[in-house]
């Protein structure tokens, strides 16, 4: 009786979240770690309104993104599926890149729109240019877009201003491209962009559009794609200096700034309440800047390695009066916030292989996940290696084991580029509840229940590549200087002379 009962509660609790056509904001760090928010334990970081959110909403402690760098987490991220299924691999796109997200791919914003949504991007797109811009945010599913389609530190920015009053930007951007350009939609509006502006460009675009959707009743879905706390650093006038923990902290809180403005908006046009908001972040902390680089807390390695530090991360889901305030230990990942986004829209699912599962019962009820399996892909993935690493319940098994750059510097070795790739047959096991920090591999003699479990991981493993089609890869198909964003595409001598 008692589980008919909870039963019909939680068809109740669903069906009333979903009587009013709830609006969604997607939220999505660059380069944070498991240990850089304040809510997540960090001692000197300033970021009080993802805080409030972390107090008033559900804190995750077992999600994941699908990859340990930018590009591929993104197309999981938006499509629900795995990014060796759509092609981003390996590595990054490049501003020159021929290739990017493919069209056929269904992102949320494509989800949305047969339901009436307004849809918008701002930030990092990081999904491909392409020729004519065939694969800006425009192309897949938003209705308006700003933002640097690309990682801010692919240009020359050895001369530009990261911090007030003329700080330049710290260390070494690429070279022998043209300086990052702002977008509007498709077209070219600031080329070097302006970082010290360029959050509060971001504001007042996400501001009009969320007020302008609240006037017109129209549900919206908004994603920013944050730069922060991507290297290299920039911060205005709001931020520079204000935060206890250098260039990166004050990044960081101009970011939680931005979230802090969003939420004003939110509730100054009485939507609040009927509205998701959704936080995480793409990978891991680039620990080879060092103190510019972020923190992934207790977890080993980070950016571009399959260990916890480089996939687990901080995850937000606020939405009063739906979402009780606590914390859920339970699996998931970005690969799930699509299905979640559907369900809770009523909206169709793509007529593919989804990879991701519906949420909603951890939101709604603190229940428990659908998702009793994560896999590690590492930045390169391919049939012959396959998973580097799978976690099933409690249980990782790390198959292959890989350092990064991207890691490196730290004090542990297994972190560093210098760490080759290495096969490890058996798996190296860890317990993820009892040493997160998988500083302990588990013996597998004298442990019968342990051999079970490797057999049922091996098994899992196996199935899952069976049905892995992986895609065309779109980074493979190389880069074209001819396409990268020129403000002034007839000028000469290309790079340098694309400026406006």
């Not at 939220?27 to 770690?33: E, I, P, V």
């Not at 919206?220 to 794609?225: K, M, Q, R, S, V």
């Not at 991207?406 to 096991?429: G, M, N, R, W, Y």
């Amino acid at each position: 009786m008692e589980n008919v009962s909870f039963y019909f509660l939680t068809t109740f609790l669903i069906h009333t979240c979903l009587a009013s056509t709830p609006n969604f904001i997607l939220l999505f760090a660059d380069d944070l770690g498991f240990g850089d928010l304040g809510c997540y334990g960090h001692p000197s970081s300033l970021t009080p309104n993802l805080d409030r959110l972390a107090a008033g909403g559900l804190r995750f402690t077992d999600f994941y993104c699908t990859s340990p760098v930018c590009s591929p987490s993104r197309a999981s991220l938006l499509t629900g599926r795995f990014q060796t299924r759509s092609g981003i691999y390996p590595g990054v796109l490049y501003p020159g890149s021929r290739g990017g997200l493919p069209l056929n791919e269904t992102t949320i914003a494509e989800v949305l729109k047969p339901m009436g949504y307004a849809t918008a991007a701002m930030g990092k797109w990081h999904l491909g240019v392409g020729a004519n811009g065939k694969f800006l945010p425009t192309k897949q599913g938003f209705d308006q877009y700003l933002g640097i389609p690309y990682s801010h530190d692919m240009g020359p920015c050895q001369n530009l201003t990261c911090f007030p009053p003329d700080v330049k930007c710290f260390g070494l951007c690429d070279v022998g491209t043209v300086t990052v350009p702002l977008m509007h939609n498709e077209v070219i509006k600031q080329q070097p962009v302006d970082f010290l502006d360029l959050e509060r460009a971001y504001r007042d675009f996400a501001t009009s559009f969320i007020s302008a959707s609240a006037k017109k009743k129209q549900p919206f879905f908004l994603y920013y794609p944050s730069h922060h706390t991507h290297y290299p650093q920039y911060a205005g006038p709001e931020a520079a200096g204000r935060s206890l923990r250098g260039p990166f902290g004050d990044a960081l809180l101009e970011f939680d700034n931005t979230i802090g403005k969003l939420m004003t908006t939110l509730e100054k046009t009485g939507v609040i309440n009927n509205t998701l908001v959704f936080f995480t972040s793409d990978n891991g902390p680039e620990l080879m800047r060092m103190s510019r680089g972020g923190n992934s807390g207790p977890l080993k390695c980070g950016k571009g390695t399959t260990y916890e530090g480089g996939m687990r991360e901080p995850a937000i889901a606020y939405w009063p009066g739906t979402i009780r305030p606590g914390v859920t230990h339970e699996m998931a990942s970005t690969l799930d916030i699509l299905p979640t986004i559907a369900s809770l829209a009523g909206a169709n699912l793509p007529q593919v292989m989804l990879d991701g599962v519906d949420m909603t019962e951890i939101l709604v009820n603190q229940g428990k996940s659908k998702r009793e399996v994560m896999m590690f892909y590492p930045t390169d993935p391919s049939k012959e290696f396959g998973l580097f690493a799978l976690r099933l319940g409690k249980y990782k098994a790390h198959f292959y084991t890989q350092g990064a750059t991207h890691s490196d510097t730290t004090p542990d070795h297994d972190c560093s580029v210098f760490a080759a790739l290495k096969a490890h047959d058996p798996p190296l096991i860890f317990d993820l509840e009892a040493d997160p920090s998988e500083g302990y591999s588990l013996p597998l003699i004298g442990r019968p229940d342990l051999q079970t479990m490797l057999e049922r991981i091996i098994k899992v493993k196996g199935q899952f590549e069976a049905s892995m089609v992986f895609g065309e890869s779109q980074i493979s198909k190389g880069s074209d200087p001819n396409l990268e964003p020129c403000c002034n595409p007839q000028c000469s001598p290309k790079p340098t002379c694309c400026k406006c």
